[in-house]
């Protein structure tokens, strides 16, 4: 199939696109290159630099490419940015989807994958939460993933695509980029490897569902390219994506401690990584946040395959090689 990512020069959609070129499919990229990067894609991915708040251009772009399907992981997905700036949030997470919708609608796109978020959209809860459970997002990032979830089942509805809603739990991985305020595995990483010790906020009893970048991958390449029940004309599916297992951020950097001096013991490298220091708690932090992903089991297929343990190994070895 021909497939366009938007936001494919990122950290997940980076994931995706070598996901699908590993299944044979083809891939082009649109991405503004905002928090992504070229670096992220293998050579010879076509990649279209544009903002998909830019109708005219998603136009444009949309019809060169003409995709069998659309995996729209694009968005401004910073929550405290969108609490600053509501306005900039809804323009590239709603008007920016709207976008790209209609220039999938124009092109005669049958599929459609969007990234929605189960962290945001179910709230504090201590067990892992199906899909039924009611939305009650608190933040505009939150709102605009609902709104999203909304417009995709009246373009559905309306225009006859096949779309999936991938509601994804807390996202870690190589290629997280460690400059915001999430991706606290990424953000950790890189402190711990400059010889800083990790910040944790508050307690640290934060308990959420980490999910491995490549796992996340699988599942859209699932929900874009497989022929199955769950993904017809007309209807919108929405699913979990997480490991229903909890962890805690001070369990969490304890593990990611001890898996980057691993990784650097076996480099030859004997360093003792500081113990984690403790600062404020940061206003409106979620105690607890888990999502189930059976509905994901049944109808796609998917579960998750790499184990924390395993994953942490590997984003750790990935951050120390750079
Ligand atoms: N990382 C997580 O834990 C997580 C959890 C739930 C949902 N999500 C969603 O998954 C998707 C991918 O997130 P990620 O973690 O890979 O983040 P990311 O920042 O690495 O990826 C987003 C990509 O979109 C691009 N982009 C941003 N604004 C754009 C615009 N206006 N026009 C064109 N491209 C634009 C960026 O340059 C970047 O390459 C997002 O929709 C995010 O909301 C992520």
């Known amino acids: 199939m021909n497939i366009l990512v938007t936001g494919g020069a990122g950290f997940i959609g980076s994931h995706i696109v ?44 949309v ?8 995996c729209h992981q694009a968005a ?18 709603c008007i920016g989807l709207i976008n790209v919708l209609d220039a999938a609608v124009q ?28 939305a009650n997002p ?8 609902w709104v999203g979830e909304r417009y995709l089942k009246f373009y559905a509805e309306e225009h006859g695509l096949a779309a999936v809603a991938l509601r994804y739990s807390n996202v870690y991985g190589p290629r997280q980029n460690p400059h915001g305020e999430a991706g606290v595995v990424a953000i950790f990483c890189k402190k711990l490897l400059a010889g800083a010790a ?11 569902d980490y999910v491995y970048g490549p796992d996340v991958a699988r599942a859209n390449v699932i929900a874009l390219t497989a022929d199955l029940p769950a993904v ?38 004997t360093a003792t990584l500081p113990t984690p220091l403790h ?31 395993d994953g942490l190994a590997r984003t750790a070895a990935w951050f120390a090689e750079r």
């Open 18 to 61: 070598d996901a699908l070129l590993a299944a044979g499919h083809s891939v082009a990229v649109l991405d503004d290159l905002s928090s992504g990067s070229r670096d992220n894609l293998p050579a010879g991915v076509p990649l279209h630099v544009a903002d998909i708040v830019d109708a005219t251009a998603v136009a444009r772009i």
């Open 107 to 134: 092109t005669g796109c049958g599929r459609f994958v969007f990234a929605s978020s189960g962290g945001v959209l179910y709230g504090d809860v201590t067990a892992p939460a199906p899909e039924s459970t009611p």
């Open 63 to 70: 019809a060169a490419e003409r995709p069998d399907a659309i």
């Open 279 to 309: 600062g404020p708690a940061r206003p409106g932090d979620l105690r607890s946040n888990l999502v189930d992903a059976s509905r994901a089991r049944e109808l796609l297929g998917w579960t998750p395959t790499v184990s924390f343990a």
């Open 232 to 269: 017809q004309p007309k209807t919108l599916t929405s699913l979990n994506i997480g490991t229903g297992i909890g962890t805690d951020v001070n369990e969490l950097e304890a593990q990611l401690r001890q898996a980057l001096s691993d990784v650097l013991a076996a480099r030859g490298r």
């Open 198 to 208: 990790a910040t944790i906020n508050g307690d640290g009893r934060y308990i959420r």
């Open 76 to 93: 401004q997905m910073s929550v405290s940015r969108s609490v600053r700036e509501p306005l900039f949030d809804a323009q590239v997470n």
């Open 138 to 145: 608190v933040s505009p990032y939150g709102i605009t993933k």
